[in-house]
């Protein structure tokens, strides 16, 4: 491969790689788009509301009931409480709890497909939103690269050192830039979660009771000779009261290799057993060890700023002077 062509391989790697978000995220704001405006809004009863939990997954399923011309219908209806964690199905299952009057999108093709909150609002065009926002970065990063790989052609062609050396750090001083607001946007980051990390140390500790426990595999990256690890998770159902109502949340407890020696660890756990746990006050589905440490994620974005900072500092003392 020829140096001026290499040197464009990096921008044209990340333009290729935002491609697929971008027309997911199209695809998606299109569909969501047509249910806004064509599929009829009707109103309808919850007739069913629960979490259901499937391995490290808990989903929130809703089934509404509501009358058409040809008689009444009950379907469970779409939306996007389905896989996004156990304390926001727990909400959504409590929000449209069994007997709520709600208003759904029917699809005019077919009456048993529905959609709760289907409007111009964030829960209906928020993934569209956020696979779009994905795809502007990987754009973002490919214009970057490859304006750096014109200025390294650039240099490649001077007819000087003089010029190819200006060029140079022309280079630098764009990719220090572009470092630079990586590093802006992990301090903001961890400046934002800062707030609510504190708060989160001030959650009031509530005395729980192990309801059941469950193991679920889990598979990460801490592998040997490239291999993908399977971990059995052993999981504690917690049940515990704030502010005079009863609630039932998850809480992983360890980890094995074994899938038996896990189940074994799962099936001594004395159900009852008393535990102290964090609650959210203001969202109490939410809870939290009270060993946890919720400092380290802001600490660690904001350290990560700071040094990428310092990085981009020494680049432009180095380099681009």
Known sequence: MK???????PGLVFGVLGVPFAAWGLWVGAQRLSIVLHWAEVPAVVSDSRVETRGSNHAA??????????????????HDYRYSG???????????????????????????????????????F??????????ASFFGIALLALRSGRLQ????????????????????????????????????????LLPGALAQRRWPHVTATIDRADVYARSDSSTRKGRSATHYVVRLFLAYQHAGRQYLAPMDESSRRSEKEAERIAANVPRGALRTIR???RRPNRIDRIDSWPLALPVIFVGVGLLLSWIVRLLLRRYAR
């Open 3 to 9: 140096p001026t062509r290499s040197a464009y391989v």
């Open 61 to 78: 399923r809703i089934r509404v009931r509501f009358e058409t011309p040809d008689g009444v219908v009950e379907t469970e209806a779409d």
């Open 86 to 124: 156990h304390a926001s199905a727990a909400e959504a299952v409590e929000r449209f709890a069994k007997g709520t009057r709600v208003s759904v999108r029917q699809d005019p093709d077919d009456a048993k497909k529905v959609r709760l909150e289907a409007d111009f609002n964030f829960a209906t």
């Open 126 to 135: 928020g993934m569209s939103l956020l696979l779009l926002a994905a795809a």
């Open 153 to 192: 052609v650039a240099a490649d062609a001077a007819a000087t050192q003089d010029v190819k050396e200006a060029v140079k750090r022309r280079d630098v001083r764009l990719m220090a830039r572009f470092v630079l607001a990586i590093a802006i946007v992990f301090v903001v980051a961890g400046l934002a």
């Open 279 to 281: 609650v959210d006050p």
